[in-house]
């Protein structure tokens, strides 16, 4: 388990900015609004410009903060004991403040391009049944996400220079498949940012429930399955201390 300190606390509130920010502009530029917007928008685009943003945001402050920007990535992150329960909250508060700043960014630059689609804002299609089906969506989707970034990122068995790119493109092929159907959030903050700028809730709870569990069930696999029940102090003194997704093993 690592401390955290100011620097990490400020990486993950600019990180989430410039991610919540991006996601909102390519949103606001790409996808159609409307009944049928789900065929008439280029989800190609918005998927690889979210997956190539979280690429570089990973890149540029894993080293600091791990690279979460993300509650549900610290709340499993937490839940392995890889980073303390009170630098998960600061965190998560860092990564709510930013995204909030982000969709307010996306606002002051894109008043009239953005209101259409609420800058972002999460929704629930009608192509779904029901919210449950939505925090279906997201919570699959946040858990293919978080796999990713405990499985490969955090895991020093693995290759973790992948890392990075390894969340990323998983990201952008989530946001392929579940984009069109919840607004490919699968980050409680990515979520909340916009919804409050905007005021278009989505239906809430999809936004919040799925990706926690989904992040929770990943953590669980990653326990159980990928490192097959190892104790932590054994694996710990194998590989040497842990990281996030963008941080490199302590010599």
């Known amino acids: 388990m690592q401390d955290r300190g100011l620097a990490a606390y400020i990486a993950e509130l600019i990180g989430t900015f410039f991610l919540v920010f991006v996601i909102g502009t390519v949103i606001s530029l790409y996808v159609a609004a409307g009944g ?5 928008s280029d989800f190609a685009v918005v998927g690889f410009t979210q997956g190539l943003v979280l ?6 402050f894993g080293a600091v903060s791990g690279g979460h920007f993300n509650p549900a ?8 004991r890889r980073i303390d329960p009170i630098d998960a909250v ?7 403040s930013g995204a909030v700043l982000g969709a ?3 606002k002051g630059l894109l008043l009239d391009e953005g209101r259409a689609v609420d800058w972002g804002a999460g929704n629930i299609s009608p192509l779904l049944g029901s ?21 490969v990122a955090m895991n020093k068995r693995a290759r973790n220079e992948w890392g990075p790119l390894t969340i990323g493109l998983t990201f952008a092929f989530c946001v392929f498949i579940f984009g069109p159907l919840t607004g490919g959030c699968f980050n409680p903050a990515r979520w909340f940012g916009p919804a409050l700028v905007s005021n278009d809730w989505g239906g809430v709870w999809p936004y919040i429930v799925g990706p926690l569990l989904g992040a929770l069930i990943a953590a669980l696999i990653y326990k159980f399955v990928i490192t097959a029940g190892e104790p932590d102090a054994e694996l710990e003194k194998a590989t040497g201390p842990s990281t996030g997704p963008g941080e ?4």
């Open 90 to 96: 600061v965190y998560v508060l860092a990564q709510l």
């Open 36 to 40: 049928s917007a789900q065929f008439g």
């Open 131 to 151: 919210d449950f089906a939505g925090m279906v969506c997201e919570g699959i989707g946040t858990l293919l996400i978080v796999l990713g970034v405990v499985a």
């Open 55 to 60: 690429f570089a945001l990973i890149m540029a």
């Open 73 to 80: 990535v610290t709340t499993a992150a937490a839940f392995l």
């Open 104 to 106: 307010l960014a996306v």
């Open 248 to 251: 490199r093993p302590q010599k």
